[in-house]
């Protein structure tokens, strides 16, 4: 297996490109489901979880060339054969649990493996699946598997979510669009990556209104049409680079980033002294000169601290100067960073959903490793602030979540580099 190699402590000065957001393009791939003409999708980015997304949909029957390298994506599902996604792929990724809603409504039935359990929290689907019975689709969960079906079609109704869920308020959005009748999801998701879903299904014909608030209103239509739409802009990949000169030292000009998808993120990241500022390409973060200070942080869905910022966030804070809190509000095992960044020399204590993390002045080098994608990123980081040779394996989270992550680092000056596995 792979591992990332870093010498820490060189300040970093350049610009890193950002990507397409993965978590939007999983959502927005399964909407091919939804059309017999083709779908193209620009600014992809190249990762592992769109591949596995990828087999998913050929599974399924669909189509899906790669054109630029994988950054255009063609998906075409005029000759759908499949509703059966298997268990094999969706242990892999729990994003495929977003082709229930567009094979039902298209093709009155499905049978999708349940994920199980993940490495972050429990992450039931059980939202996604109350929300579809809504709309008239019969759930029966059989060996493992989710049965649904909706034979005669099915039919818009009012569903309110009792919190706030990302995965569910858009599988629900790609199974409404084809409903008889008027939707309205209440206490819907309000995360970009939900309002470039709406607007993709909106160049093919659908009928959306309120994406981005908590109120989202479909009418249902006949048949979707192909279309060719931009994924939008990685707000995660964006505050992972973000942090990076917060952490090593120097400025980063992050090209491409939005301030306004990253806005509470960038809020906390000047209240702990860095120059942040929206530049004519992107976004730019200077570091202040002096330690960065502690902050509090709280995450929450959009417009809120990013959870999947959250363990980034925490790997600045073990050099800041004071005491800094997080609280872990959407996953209940989101801390796996902790103990590896404690083995960097990190002081951090870890109650429930709450960390307390008392800044040191250097972290040091170290052997490490993580159980999902954001803590190993947050591990790189600290590699770069830290003394000394950081090792991170299980480099395959990384490869699901950013590409050329040790390319974009080493381009604007971080010691970085992958170590082949035997
Ligand atoms: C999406 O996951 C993202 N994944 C996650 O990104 C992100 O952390 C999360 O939203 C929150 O922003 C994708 O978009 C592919 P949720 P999702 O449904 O949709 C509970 C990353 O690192 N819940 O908003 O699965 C759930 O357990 C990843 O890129 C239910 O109880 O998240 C969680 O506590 C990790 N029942 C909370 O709701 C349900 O049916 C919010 O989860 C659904 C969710």
Redesign the pocket.
């Known amino acids: 297996m792979d591992s990332i190699l870093i010498h820490g402590g060189t300040p970093l000065a350049g610009r890193i490109p950002i990507a397409g957001a993965?978590?939007a393009c999983?959502?927005l791939m399964p909407a091919t489901l939804l059309s017999d003409e083709p779908l193209t999708l620009t600014n992809c980015p190249r990762l592992s979880d769109i591949r596995t997304m990828t087999q998913l949909l050929q599974s399924l029957g669909a189509e899906v060339s790669q054109l630029q390298g994988g950054q255009v994506l063609v998906l075409s599902s005029h000759d759908l054969a499949g509703v059966r996604a298997d268990y094999d792929i969706v242990r892999k990724m729990?994003?495929s649990i977003l082709v229930l809603g567009p094979l039902v409504a298209r093709r009155g039935r499905a049978e999708v493996s349940l994920p199980g359990g993940c490495a972050?929290?429990?992450?039931?689907?059980?939202?996604?699946?109350r929300a579809l019975e809504a709309l008239g689709a019969a759930m029966d969960l059989r060996d493992g598997y989710v049965h649904a079906s909706a034979p005669s079609g099915l039919r818009g109704a009012v569903v309110e979510f009792p919190?706030?869920?990302?995965?569910?308020t858009?599988n629900l959005l790609l199974a409404a669009v084809l409903a008889r009748g008027t939707t309205v999801i209440r206490n819907a998701?309000r995360?970009p990556?939900v309002v470039d879903l709406a607007r993709c299904l909106r160049r093919m014909g659908a009928r959306i209104a309120g994406e981005g608030t908590g109120v989202i209103e479909i009418e249902g239509v006949d048949r979707l049409a192909g279309a060719t739409h931009p994924v939008v802009v990685d707000r995660?990949e964006l505050g992972t680079y973000m942090l990076a000169p917060a952490i090593a030292g120097g400025e980063v000009e992050c090209l491409g980033g939005r301030l306004d998808l990253v806005a509470a993120f960038a809020d906390t990241l000047a209240r702990t002294g860095m120059e942040v500022r929206a530049t004519a390409d992107g976004v730019a973060v200077r570091h202040g000169g002096a330690r960065p200070r502690a902050v509090d942080v709280v995450t929450a869905?959009?417009p809120g601290f990013?959870?999947?910022l959250q363990a980034q966030m925490m790997a600045l804070l073990c050099i800041a100067e004071g005491e800094s809190v997080l609280e872990e509000r959407?996953?209940?095992n989101r801390f796996m960073h902790a103990p590896e960044l404690l083995r960097m020399g990190a002081r951090i204590e870890v109650h429930g959903g709450t960390a307390r993390v008392h800044g040191v002045e250097r972290l040091r080098g170290a052997p490490v490793m993580a159980t999902?994608?954001?803590a190993s990123v947050s591990l790189i980081l600290a590699g770069l602030a830290a003394a000394g040779e950081t090792v991170v394996s299980r480099v395959y989270h990384l490869d699901r979540?950013y590409e050329r992550l040790e390319a974009k680092l080493s381009a604007v000056g971080a010691r970085i580099e992958r170590v082949q596995g035997t």
């Open positions: 993965k978590n999983l959502a729990r994003a972050i929290g429990a992450r039931p689907v059980d939202l996604h699946l919190f706030v869920s990302v995965g569910a858009e998701a995360e990556e995660i869905p959009f990013p959870t999947d959407i996953f209940e999902d994608l954001r979540g």
